[in-house]
């Protein structure tokens, strides 16, 4: 091998997490892409504009957020392109999907290639854009660049604006001519607009957030999932559930072994770590949509996280002003900011022997970028986009308001301690966060698919 040539860095003496595998070595970056990955025993011969010493450290493909509302356009009082993806960038997340349910909602093809133009002048880390289904609007499909687009996102029970489809015609025409995979929000409506009637009865106007996992509960969840489920085997449509909450829904899935089946199922941060017990401490803040559901609930997509029926871990990183927050089941908004933490909490989950460090960066990197079929990113290879980040463990560092960077200023993870912390990130070979220093000159580059 001829280790000899020009690069413009050198990340050395770190343990490389990639493919199933961990070893201690170097990686070379030139310009945006990885050139070289040398192990412990090769020597690096070369030039380099910069040595990042990243002993102690472990180096791992950058964060493929699979699922991200960032609000904008129409709602960037709560967060915006450019603040949320500064936090991703300061957790180690170099992509970003986002979902369609902004204002205008992104159901046009203008619509769409308007948050293209927003992400291309804003976005500090890579980007793309799911396209929303309608009841009406499945005449634009065939117009869809799927180079260009992760999905269609489907609301099969949807509270939010007016995105909901509930047509059984519409649905069947969604899942008979989607040319990419969708990802579908399963929850059934009926049974949820009946279970706040039952609570408001019994508590009044605006239930206590305690009884958000009573109305949305697990029946409204499996009824909805499996309804997908058997439209996806119908039409042998590439569908990915999202935010599975359940050990019930999990019987529905296969696991993603040594050959990715067509029906894959999401977890999100707030399901991994929180439960019901956590409505006490937390209140609406920890208020989400589908609901955080039982000690129980947890333990089985934590389970899951190993056996494979969970195939992707995303965030549902979904900002409010806090003010958005207050009240029950009623009015206080649901979605929490979470992509700022979403690696270092996995990363916890490690350390409490939940799953392996491996088995974090397969299911936040590899397989994102496997499911939607991303080129050249989610693995550190050569010749593949140099997007990595690099994490330090036995580093115990406190969540503040200070360090927070989304736009709307809070977390339900504020106050806790974490053990392993980013130290930097690279996005295309630009190191966009350095231990608290940022780059904030630095774009992100529009992904491409298939």
């Not at 050249?376 to 960077?405: H, M, N």
Request: proline letters at 4%; a negative charge.
């Amino acid at each position: 091998m001829n280790n000899t040539y020009m690069s413009n860095t050198l990340i050395k003496g770190a343990t490389i997490v990639n493919e199933g595998k961990s070893f201690k070595g170097s990686i070379a970056v030139n310009n945006d892409c990885i050139t070289d990955i040398f192990e412990e025993n090769e020597t690096p011969r070369g030039r380099f504009n910069t040595i990042v010493d990243a002993t102690g450290c472990f180096v791992l493909p950058g964060v493929i957020d699979d699922h991200v509302h960032f609000r904008e356009p129409g709602m960037t009082a709560k967060a915006d392109i450019e603040s949320e993806s500064r936090a991703a960038a300061f957790g180690g997340v170099t992509t970003f999907f986002d979902m369609p349910n902004t204002v205008p909602q992104t159901v046009t093809l203008e619509a769409l290639d308007e948050k293209f133009a927003r992400a291309a002048r804003e976005s500090h880390v890579n980007y793309s854009f799911f396209f929303g289904a309608t009841n009406t609007n499945t005449n634009l499909f065939s117009n869809l660049d799927i180079h260009r687009i992760p999905g269609i996102k489907l609301f099969m029970g949807s509270s939010t604006g007016n995105m909901l489809v509930d047509r059984e015609e519409a649905l069947d025409k969604i899942f008979a001519t989607a040319p990419v995979p969708i990802m579908a929000h399963c929850e059934d409506t009926g049974i949820i607009n009946d279970n706040m009637c039952r609570a408001k009865e019994l508590y009044g106007d605006d239930p206590a957030v305690t009884h958000h996992p009573e109305i949305r509960s697990e029946e409204a969840c499996y009824k909805s999932t499996r309804l997908a489920i058997g439209l996806a085997r119908k039409h042998g449509t590439r569908l990915h559930v999202a935010h599975v909450t359940t050990a019930r829904e999990l019987s529905l899935f296969e696991p993603w072994l040594d050959t990715m089946p067509k029906i894959t199922a999401e977890a999100v941060i707030a399901h991994l770590y929180f439960t019901d017990k956590d409505y006490g401490k937390l209140g609406s803040l920890i208020k989400c949509n589908p609901s955080v559901k039982s000690y129980e609930d947890r333990e089985a997509l934590r389970r899951a996280l190993a056996d494979g029926k969970i195939a992707v871990v995303g965030t549902d990183h979904a900002p409010h002003l806090l003010a958005d927050k207050q009240g029950g089941c009623v009015r206080a908004a649901s979605g929490m900011p979470m992509v700022q933490f979403s690696l270092v909490t996995m990363l916890e989950l490690a350390s409490q022997g939940v799953l392996t460090v491996e088995r974090v960066v397969e299911l936040m990197c590899h397989r994102p970028a496997m499911l939607f079929d991303v080129r050249k990113r989610g693995f550190i290879r050569k010749g593949y986009k140099a997007d990595l980040a690099i994490v330090r463990p036995d580093s115990p560092w406190t969540v503040t308001e200070e360090c927070i960077q989304s736009k709307c200023g809070w977390s339900p993870m504020a106050g806790h301690t974490f053990n392993w912390c980013v130290e930097h990130t690279f996005c295309n070979g630009k190191h966009i966060y350095d231990n608290d220093s940022f780059d904030a000159s630095c774009r992100g580059e529009e992904i491409i698919f298939r």
